[in-house]
């Protein structure tokens, strides 16, 4: 999460959409942003309005002055890109490495609940399935949502190329990718409407 609600946005990092990145082109302009752990660097629209939007009224950043933003990535390739992230060799041995597992091995994982994935509708939308970020972003589109901010910012942003998951090629059966298109219709819906 990197909030610079003096340029009229903050930016919530949804996993394995190129926050790292986004986040390391956004920093000159932060007001503030979470990196680390985990779970605050990739806050969710709810958290954000129950903890961090209070802390930014307090700094004279009302709430209807700034949006929410962020990117959805295809939920297929999202699984493959789980899959391919948890391939590194710092994660061998450990529960959630997948090094010696197939993609489709691993979309049987994600398709029993398993393997350590969260769908990004739960992340992005409330209980009754509405988005609750304000500009969502496909992540196929993260230059668009570069070119945006650095509207807001003034300037032109560069992409550094930062936590690329290691190469494996990716044939998923179709049967599974059928399978996973399904699960993820919700999803799959929230992408379709994103930018």
Known sequence: ???APQHGFVYLAASKTGSTSVQRALRPYAHLEYRTPPYQKHLGPLRFE???APLLTADGFARDSYVTVAMIRHPVDLVVSWWRYRSRPELEGQPRSTAGTTIDEY???VLA???GFTRPSTWLAGTDGAVLVERLWRYDHIDALLAWAGERVGTRLELPRLNQSPERP???DPALRRRLEELF???LAIYAAAD
């Open 185 to 187: 219709a919700p999803e």
């Open 113 to 115: 609940g398993e393997g």
């Open 107 to 109: 979309a049987e994982r």
């Open 1 to 3: 999460m990197l909030a």
């Open 50 to 52: 129950d903890e961090v």
């Open 170 to 172: 990716a044939e998923l």
